[in-house]
């Protein structure tokens, strides 16, 4: 039985129900790489396939800390090592109540893939906590973050593991976490990315995954002769930091942003969304979408009790291209199939494995140019290593340096997709491309690494 059989019998047998979205990232993965490994023995020899999907160590720990009520909280922390072939652990942290260890190791197995993508030298990892963030006080998000920290420290430094942001952690957590970091340790090492900018972040890291992500897009528009994203009709989920940055540079290039979401519903706003009220009520207020038809009642608020079975609102709007940033698999096989008869060309994951296999199919069937995460969404990772460069040499590069290199980079990634997609005999598909150019860089590494 060949590896790529061996392995896909491992999955269909698999029954715990935690690692099911590990095992949907792991499997696209073997499927597409088994070109690679049947054209060269030495995958097989070295075994790289049975090593990489385990990881190198799996971290969890108790995070204990005390509310404003004087109540005694308990949560569990996890880290994620998956892969350092490549270089330090790097990979973000996730605050959410549907944290486990099942969905860090999904997403850490991407991280490997996609950090090997953008040919810096990041490992894999990722990390975070079952911990709640909403609703919870400014003192509670601090108390919570240093009580993580408390543990985490032990496994972390700016050669060995940099953590980063994800769902539920931006600016102001990465803020405290290097704080208690620095208390414990006393010393201030570029140990986290993402850091505000007056203490060693990097300008254009919040912008970074969403611009990178409109940037992938126009390279493949491109490459693929198709139009350009100019005037079109883009339809977006999520009102999160990707969500807001695909808005915003979406906007920048003349692009018409008609929609975005939260968990609790869609907003449809035909005139193009306004970003400000967007920033206000998501980043300074931290309230529902559903306050945005307070001011422009023209707009349309679609809750989640509306959607119908297995279909998004957000998914059934006319549009040129979308961009699914909020979570994982919110793109269904029906939500395919209504993007496609909205006269859809174009989708680009600024979330990590927001399509479900059925829609990736129905996509890639239907001649839809396709961009993975793992290649779209790399630009967040990418300015996350420029900053670890600024950190250790001291230095601040200014937004143009960034944004021009963050540009480079994406076109970079793009070329490499499709390069690796026309190699393998699978042109035109950047699932393949992508899965088969990650996993080479790091396969390679790791066979001269020995075992
Ligand atoms: P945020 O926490 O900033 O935003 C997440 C957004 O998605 C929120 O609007 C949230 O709504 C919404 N959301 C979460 N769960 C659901 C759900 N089940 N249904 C509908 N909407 C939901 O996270 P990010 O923007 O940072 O991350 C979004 C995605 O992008 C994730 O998959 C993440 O892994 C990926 N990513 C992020 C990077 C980064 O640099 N931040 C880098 C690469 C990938 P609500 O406010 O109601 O919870």
Known sequence: MSIVQNDIKKLETSNCDQDKVFYQAMEEVIYSISPLLESDEKYKKYAVLERLVVPDRVIKFKVTWLDDNNNIQVNTGYRVQFNNALGPYKGGLRFHPSVNEGILKFLGFEQILKNALTGLPIGGAKGGSDFDPKG????????????????????????????????????????????????????????????????????????????????????????????????????????????????????????????????????????????????????????????????????????????????????????????????????????????IANGCTCVSEGANMPSTPEAIDVFLNHQVCFAPAKAANAGGVAVSEFE????????????????????????????????????????????????????????DAMIAEGI
């Open 136 to 339: 919870k006080s400014d003192f509670e998000i601090m108390k919570f973050c240093s009580a993580f920290m408390t543990e985490l420290h032990k496994y972390i430094g700016p050669r060995i593991d940099v953590p980063a942001g994800d769902i539920g952690v931006g600016s102001r957590e990465i803020g405290y976490l290097f704080g208690e970091y620095k208390k414990i340790t006393s010393s201030y090492d570029g140990v986290l990315t993402g850091k505000p900018y007056m203490f060693g972040g990097s300008l254009m890291r919040p912008e970074a995954t969403g611009y990178g992500v409109v940037y992938f897009t126009q390279t493949m528009l491109d490459m693929e002769n198709k139009e350009s994203l100019v005037g079109k009709i883009c339809t977006v989920s999520g009102a999160g930091n990707v969500a807001l940055h695909v808005i915003e540079k979406l906007l920048h290039i003349g692009a018409i942003p008609v929609s975005c979401s939260d968990s609790q519903g869609t907003i449809y706003d035909s005139r193009g969304v306004d970003l400000e009220l967007l920033k206000e009520l998501k980043l300074e207020k931290r309230v529902s979408l559903e306050r945005y038809i307070e001011v422009h009642t023209e707009a349309k608020y679609i809750p989640v009790s509306d959607y119908n079975q297995g279909e998004h609102a957000v998914w059934n709007i006319q549009c040129y291209a979308a961009f699914p940033c909020a979570t994982q698999n919110e793109l269904t096989e029906l939500d395919a199939l209504n993007l």
């Open 388 to 443: 670890m460069s600024q950190n250790a040499s001291m230095q601040r590069w200014s937004f143009e340096k960034v944004d021009s290199k963050l540009k480079n980079i994406m076109q970079q990634i793009c070329k490499r997709v499709v390069l690796a997609a026309r190699d393998y005999g699978v042109e035109g598909n950047y699932v393949d491309g992508a899965n088969i150019a990650g996993f080479k860089k790091v396969a």
